[in-house]
């Protein structure tokens, strides 16, 4: 049987292992190029028509420098024609976390809003505060998973030391409190007034999908 030389190792290779070889690469080569043909045209030519984010996991200062970094980059690009789609997918599942965190994402949403629909979909669980980001979404376009679980509570904070720092924390956690009822009021079809009466609870408030539509937290179940 006649062979080829595999220069690298200077070994030889039968002729038809070597022609097996040859096919192989080609067809690997053939769908490399396919798939950057599927790629390219799912982000375009720029890599501006993919639009889309996601939270998965706790709202943290990581993850929030994240979201309003992809925020403000796909408001940055996004097109000027007036018939244009500007508007950005936020995919969300999460259990809570910070609040300041939160709010710093939720105002990020607010000014993006201005010029980019934000489509938010719910996922798997939206909790504490899951739920405002959820909710602040373009109205409209908000939207659940049947299977999705939702979560209200009061916001919370662990500092513990002397009588004078909890009398600080206390008068700050109403402070965020307030914050978070104002925006919730805003961006759902609850009043202050019924907000305050089920964080007043003092315990966590869990919602269907169903519930959460029909507390204007989302528009619809999917």
């Known amino acids: 049987m006649f062979t080829v030389l595999d220069k690298k190792k ?3 290779v039968p002729i038809k292992e070597a022609q097996e070889e040859a096919q192989d690469q080609a067809q690997e080569q053939v769908s490399d190029e396919e798939a950057g043909k599927v790629i390219a045209e799912m982000l375009g030519a720029d890599g501006k028509d993919l639009r889309t984010m996601m939270l998965y996991g706790d ?16 408001h940055g690009h996004r097109k000027e024609e007036e018939d244009a789609d500007n508007s950005i997918k936020f995919y969300i599942s999460t259990y809570g976390g910070s609040a300041d ?3 710093s994402v939720y105002d990020i949403m607010r ?12 996922m798997g669980k939206i909790m504490s505060a899951g739920t405002l980001l959820l909710a602040s979404g373009t ?39 307030e ?7 805003n961006e759902t079809n609850m009043t202050k007034r019924q907000i305050r009466k089920i964080l007043d609870q003092k315990v966590n408030v869990y919602l269907t999908a169903e519930e959460a539509v029909e507390y204007g937290l989302a528009d619809e179940v999917i």
């Open 59 to 74: 709202v943290n200062e990581e993850r929030a420098g994240d979201m309003v970094a992809g925020l403000l980059m796909l």
């Open 179 to 185: 914050m978070y009822v104002s925006a919730l009021a």
């Open 139 to 177: 109205k409209g376009k908000r939207k659940i998973f049947k299977n999705c679980r939702v979560m209200i509570h009061s916001v919370s904070a662990g500092n513990l030391g002397t009588i004078h720092n909890l009398e600080n924390e206390l008068e700050e956690i109403q402070h965020l409190q």
């Open 101 to 103: 965190d939160m709010f």
């Open 10 to 12: 200077a070994k030889p």
């Open 111 to 122: 000014f993006v809003k201005q010029d980019c629909e934000i489509e938010t979909i719910g």
